[in-house]
C-alpha cells in the first residue's frame, strides 16, 4: 500500500558529503514523522535523524552539526544532507515514515529498502 523510495547513496572519501532522498507513494492519508536509521555490520540499527510534519528534527549525537534532515510534505520526501563524513558513518541507511493510510486508521510504521554509504580512503 505505501512503498518508500530511497536514492542518493554511494562511496564518498572522508570529509565528503552525500545527500539522501525518500520519497513515499500509495495509499497515503497523512504521515507523521519521517526519519533515517543506519545499520552497520555487527551493530544494531540506530536512529541518524528525525523530523516530524510541523518540522521539529531531532539527531543522534554522533551526526550533530554535519548531518541535516529536511522534508518536502507536498512531495512525501525526506531528505538527508550528509557533510563531513567519516568512516565511522558507513552504514545502510534505511528511510522510516509514520503513515496513516486511511482518514480512520492508526499510524503503522513504513520502511524503506536501504542504501549503502560507505565512506573511505
Known amino acids: 500500500q505505501v512503498q518508500l523510495v530511497e536514492s542518493g547513496g554511494g562511496l564518498v572519501q572522508p570529509g565528503g558529503s552525500l545527500r539522501l532522498s525518500c520519497a513515499a507513494s500509495g495509499r497515503i492519508f497523512s504521515i507523521n514523522a519521517m526519519g533515517w536509521y543506519r545499520q552497520a555490520p555487527g551493530k544494531q540499527r540506530e536512529l541518524v535523524a528525525a523530523a516530524t510534519s510541523g518540522g521539529a528534527t531531532n539527531y543522534a549525537d554522533s551526526v550533530k552539526g554535519r548531518f541535516t534532515i529536511s522534508r518536502d510534505n507536498a512531495k512525501n520526501t525526506v531528505y538527508l544532507q550528509m557533510n563531513s563524513l567519516k568512516p565511522e558513518d558507513t552504514a545502510v541507511y534505511y528511510c522510516?515514515?509514520?503513515?496513516?493510510?486511511?482518514?480512520?486508521?492508526?499510524?503503522?510504521?513504513?520502511w524503506g529498502q536501504g542504501t549503502q554509504v560507505t565512506v573511505s580512503s
Open positions: 522510516n515514515a509514520g503513515v496513516r493510510t486511511r482518514y480512520y486508521s492508526s499510524e503503522r510504521d513504513y
